[in-house]
T-cell receptor, first 112, second 113 residues
Framework: DAKTTQPNSMESNEEEPVHLPCNHSTISGTDYIHWYRQLPSQGPEYVIHGLTSNVNNRMASLAIAEDRKSSTLILHRATLRDAAVYYCILRTYGGATNKLIFGTGTLLAVQP | EAGVVQSPRYKIIEKKQPVAFWCNPISGHNTLYWYLQNLGQGPELLIRYENEEAVDDSQLPKDRFSAERLKGVDSTLKIQPAELGDSAVYLC???????????FGPGTRLTVL
């Protein structure tokens, strides 16, 4: 499975946008880019995923570089409840295992 | 809709004792996963079930860990005997089908003394 690289930690101010980067230079054509986040003392929760085009949902936006070697998760207005570890994961569909392989993620701190 | 339910939320045991964790997935979800999460790390898959069949248990330490999913609904993960290094959070997740979005429970935090 292709690997992702994320900063260990980032800091943001409340009500400001947050851009969480992810590098995945060895991504293959069948890899989808998934983002999950894990709030303190909770299990991970799905945020968003995409293949080539930028994606928007009620939680966030996902901007994917044209060469697909990097992507950015965008939280448009950070709140204190967005403080969490954010995981960027590549997932290959059609593979034998089809599992999520988590890295160490980015710990996002949101300051009031 | 109820999410993935896990119990207990916390468990403290002495080493060499057995321990069991229980998971009730979201109703109708065929695929069930057990993950292990060590402090400061992301979750790692232990085992994946498709209905009642374990289809990926390559990362499950079979000398002391066992799991079952009778009737393809609830699942139990057991450790016997527990070791100090087993202290971690054990997460259960489910998805409608393999490849779909996974929904995680809150986990069971195990402390082995």
């Amino acid at each position: 499975d292709a690997k992702t690289t994320q900063p260990n930690s980032m800091e943001s101010n409340e009500e400001e946008p947050v851009h969480l980067p992810c590098n995945h230079s060895t991504i293959s054509g069948t890899d989808y880019i998934h983002w999950y986040r894990q709030l303190p003392s909770q299990g991970p929760e799905y945020v968003i995923h995409g293949l080539t085009s930028n994606v928007n949902n009620r939680m966030a936006s996902l901007a994917i570089a044209e060469d697909r070697k990097s992507s950015t998760l965008i939280l448009h207005r950070a709140t204190l409840r967005d403080a969490a570890v954010y995981y960027c994961i590549l997932r290959t569909y059609g593979g034998a295992t089809n599992k999520l392989i988590f890295g160490t993620g980015t710990l996002l701190a949101v300051q009031p | 809709e109820a999410g993935v339910v896990q119990s207990p939320r916390y468990k403290i045991i002495e080493k060499k004792q057995p321990v069991a964790f229980w998971c009730n997935p979201i109703s109708g979800h065929n695929t069930l996963y057990w993950y292990l999460q060590n402090l400061g790390q992301g979750p790692e898959l232990l085992i994946r079930y498709e209905n009642e069949e374990a289809v990926d248990d390559s990362q499950l330490p079979k000398d002391r860990f066992s799991a079952e999913r009778l009737k393809g609904v609830d699942s139990t993960l057991k450790i016997q005997p527990a070791e100090l290094g087993d202290s971690a959070v054990y997460l259960c997740a489910s998805s409608l089908l393999q490849g779909d979005t996974q929904y995680f429970g809150p986990g069971t935090r195990l402390t082995v003394l």
